[in-house]
């Protein structure tokens, strides 16, 4: 074990390897706020990636309601009561990430699921917290509450599947940081299953070796973002490289959402995993439930969300997701306009902060038809 | 009363103390272990060319220095015999596992596995695998690999028999697909990624249950180009019996030549039950197996191992023989009181 800084934990950590970073670092920030649950990206990721026999519980992407909703079952709460208690001070985490909390015999905590758990990828779907009692209204946050979790491999900095493999078959790519199984390397001990705490990592029932997210590598090659993000209806998804805290490029829209506004928080950041998709955390729900999900930061990225119709900059960022499916290399914001633009510097999407407001006559002369109010 | 008393203790103490030797005479082991010259080689373990042979015992221990460890021996020992027939040469690995685990299908199931390891080279390479420049050359049976040999292949439908899909990508055939036939396209097969990308546990066309792997240390296994090991394993009554044959002399450098009159050979054996897989082994250390050219000796037909449940180890035989006496004494004390104070009470 060597000693290795994790800006999400505010301190250094134990991690079997030393700090390496990639040329660049794949990331991506949700806005949980705006997801429905449509399961397009799950079954985007489904087509282009675990449509093989052998494949079929496998789910490199998928979209579960919190609080009971679970893919494969139970696989938060599980981990959290092996860490034992997560205390944070202030921005920094005090309790033990999985590796500090491994037993003598392992590299990281963790388990390997029943069978039976990944049964039931929509266990829970649409489960609110509780029942509503008659009279109760809405409040902010909401008294009864759910959520929309969506979860990818986290193509973590200091990855546990890594950490764990006694073969190396899994590598960070050094151009890029996604996170990969070497498919001929490979023995399928499942140690990697074993010690991601998301379950990120599969096993193929037919070929018996363990497949991940590859964050659509292909498509990221040629400068195009990955199938869930651009299927996505709800257009709650942007991908872009983030940068060490010490180092930010506030031209990159997810740096900018992570680092300069902080409006998007990593998943589990207690886990020491350095992970790379960041949550802009839903408003409704109370922030002692996601901070322990997300961290220290949520009050502050609730009240910075709340206000971004006044921030044209962190609005322009906002609304570029999902609004190309070219990859987003840098951002600006001018006169009422979010562009977007490319590796070479060629902008690739343009998205006014305010929507044109068109108002037309009721009755179409052109076409001798009346209007339906369609809104 | 004391006179039952004296029996009891008397009956007691014989039982320990034939116990005792008992225990002796199995802890005694042949010095060391001997490849004997028979007409021939049978994959079958239960074959008598097999049974003529004193199996060899061997202890193993917990794989505990490299990550990730067995805490616990499950099998504490294995049961080696040796055949040639001067051009090949077979081992029998013989332990006890109550389950059989066959399948490694689940995402959560693993199988149960047995390997031989030889040195490569002069030097005798560390017992974990070797080390850059000192190889080792292993040969790995896998009761999977096995099952899909005696079975066909393993795979979902074996697992859950109401298993149904509509379609996959490529497929040739019509739901319920046949497997592997309809899978076989070149578009389709690139749909399994191990396949695809040429790893041997990913076919579905397996000639033998034992993979040929060399290694120079922890996490360097290698799959041999030249897979020359045949074998066979059989389960039954709570025991593996697992056969490996290979030639005594193999065409390239990197396969550990048996030709000379010696070599050095080490066990390893996972518990599928017990989720050992890789590094979560038990293993023994180097054995030394002398290479004879005569068969063995004419009385030397042996018991099979003793079971009662598992395999006694001398260690068990030592507590038992302890514990005898310590009761026999216990209970001896008991009836000279009785016969002392009872008659009074």
């Known amino acids: ?375 | 009363m004391r006179r039952w008393g004296i029996a009891s203790v008397s009956v007691v103490a014989l039982v320990s103390i034939a116990l005792s030797f008992g225990g002796v005479a199995l802890a005694q082991q042949p010095p060391q272990l001997v490849s004997y010259r028979m007409a021939s080689i049978p994959l079958d373990p239960t074959d008598r060319a097999w049974t003529d042979v004193r199996p060899h015992p061997v202890p193993l221990m917990t794989q505990a220095l490299a990550l990730p460890k067995l805490t616990a021996v499950t099998v504490p020992i294995v049961w080696v015999r040796s055949i040639n027939d001067g051009t090949n040469i077979g081992f029998q690995v013989e332990w006890m596992d109550s389950t059989r685990d066959a399948h490694a299908t689940q995402p959560n199931q693993f199988r149960d596995a047995a390997a031989l390891m030889f040195p490569v080279g002069e030097v005798l390479p560390n017992i974990c695998m070797g080390t850059p420049g000192q190889m080792t050359n292993m040969w790995h049976w896998k009761a999977d690999w096995q099952e899909d040999i005696d079975r066909g292949f393993q795979e979902i439908r074996e697992q859950f028999p109401n298993f149904f899909k509509d379609n996959y990508p490529y497929v040739t055939g019509v739901a319920p697909f046949r497997f592997p036939a309809d899978f076989l396209a070149p578009e389709a097969r690139a749909y399994f990624p191990g396949l695809a990308a040429g790893n041997p546990l990913s076919r579905f066309d397996r000639v033998t249950p034992v993979e040929e792997v060399n290694a120079i240390g922890f996490g360097t296994l290698t799959h041999r180009q030249s897979q020359e090991v045949i074998g066979r394993g059989v389960w039954a009554n709570g025991r593996w019996q697992v056969t490996f044959v290979r030639t005594l002399a193999p065409a390239d450098a990197e396969a550990t030549s048996l030709t000379g009159a010696e070599t050095r050979v080490a066990f390893a054996v996972w518990d599928g039950a017990q989720q050992q897989v890789g590094a979560r082994k038990q293993l023994s250390n180097y054995v030394t197996t002398r290479i004879s050219p005569a068969g063995p000796p004419a009385a030397a037909a042996p018991p099979a191992p003793p079971v009662i449940g598992t395999v006694i180890s001398w260690q068990a035989i030592l507590i038992i023989a302890l514990l005898i006496p310590a009761l026999a004494g216990t209970m001896g004390w008991i009836f000279w009181w009785r016969s002392e104070h009872g008659a009074r009470g």
Request: glycine residues 8%; proline residues 9%; aromatic residues 12%.
């Open chain 1, 1 to 375: 074990m060597v000693k290795v800084f994790n800006w999400q934990i505010n301190r250094e950590m134990e991690y079997p390897y030393a700090h390496t970073p990639p040329a660049k670092q794949f990331a991506a920030v949700f806005d949980i706020n705006k997801c429905i649950a449509c399961q397009t990206c799950t079954m985007a990721c489904k087509n282009a990636w675990t449509a093989g026999r052998g494949q079929e519980y496998m789910l490199f992407n998928n979209v579960e309601t919190k609080p009971y909703g679970f893919y494969p079952m139970g696989w938060d709460v599980n981990i959290l009561r092996l860490l034992g208690p997560q205390t944070w001070r202030g921005p920094t985490y005090t309790g033990k990430t999985i590796f500090e909390a491994a037993p003598a015999d392992r590299a990281a905590v963790g388990y390997i699921p029943e069978n039976e758990d990944w049964a039931n990828p929509n266990i829970g779907e649409d489960e609110a917290l509780g029942t509503i009692d008659g009279g109760a209204y809405f409040t902010l946050p909401h008294p009864v509450w759910s959520f929309y979790l969506q979860r990818v491999c986290n193509h973590c900095t200091y990855p546990g599947c890594l950490a764990a493999c006694p073969r190396k078959a899994i590598y960070k790519r050094p151009e890029d940081g996604i996170v990969l199984v070497d498919q001929e390397r490979c023995r399928g001990y499942r140690e990697c299953t074993r010690s991601c705490p998301f379950k990120k990592v599969m096993y193929n029932q037919v070929t018996r070796v363990a497949e991940k997210c590859l964050a659509c590598y292909p498509r990221i090659e040629q400068g195009l973002q990955p199938y869930c993000t651009v299927t996505c209806i709800g257009r709650i998804r942007v991908n872009g490289w983030i940068h060490d805290p010490k180092q930010v490029d506030p031209e990159s829209p997810v740096d900018f959402m992570v680092h300069v506004r902080k409006v998007a928080l990593p998943l589990y950041p207690q886990f020491g995993l350095g992970v790379n998709i960041y949550y802009v955390p839903p408003i409704h729900v109370p922030p002692r439930y996601l901070t322990q999900m997300f961290g220290p930061g949520v009050e502050r990225a609730i009240d910075t969300y709340r206000r971004a119709k006044d921030d044209p900059e962190l609005l322009g960022a906002l609304l570029l997701m999902g609004a190309t499916p070219r990859w987003i290399e840098k951002f600006r914001v001018r006169d009422g306009i979010a562009m977007g633009y490319d590796a070479r510097g060629a902008e690739i999407v343009r998205v006014p902060l305010t929507e044109p407001l068109h108002i037309r006559p009721a009755f179409d002369a052109a076409r001798a038809v009346y209007r339906q109010n369609i809104t």
